[in-house]
């Protein structure tokens, strides 16, 4: 028991536990839009006052109702642009910030094709010596800002022989 106490009060199941709930009333408050708000919209803008709830259609002695499948599709869809723009959008562009700040700690050896330190001077697996890693001499570029130049004033204006520009005439 004492065991089954300590799974229970672990942080992330009661993360979970929270999670639903808070799924639940979210899921209510969905339907709640799409059956008093949306689904009214959409028949007011199709047709005349249908209750897309009593929608159905008969085979023989049975009614197959598919105004019902209707109100959960919008709801699904509702639900689905909610957790795309408010969670899986905001979560990819963090990811791609953090990977795009994030410089490489790991190379692979030329000897065994492991990954090790990138500071490494022998492989940690075969014991080979591994050659520095060049630092490049590239310079880092900056962005330009709107309307100005990237040497300012007259001077960018002229050619690569020190010349001004000839400005053609009428």
Known sequence: ???????????????????????????????????????????????????????????????????????????????????????????ARLTAIATRNKAASDRQCPECLSAIPINAKRCMYCTSEVPPVPIPDVPVQRRRRHGRRPTGGRAAATSADGAEPTVPSD
Request: glycine share 6%; proline share 2%.
């Open 1 to 91: 028991m004492k065991g089954f106490r300590k799974f229970l009060m672990q942080g992330n199941i009661i993360d979970l536990a929270v999670a639903v709930v808070i799924g639940v009333a979210f899921n209510a408050i969905v339907q709640a839009l799409v059956k008093d708000i949306i689904t009214p919209l959409i028949t007011a803008e199709v047709s005349h006052r249908v209750n897309f709830t009593n929608l159905h259609f008969d085979v023989g002695t049975t009614a197959i109702t598919y105004g019902a499948v209707i109100n959960a599709a919008v709801s699904f869809f509702v639900i689905a642009l909610v957790i795309y723009y408010l969670v899986v959008a905001p979560n």
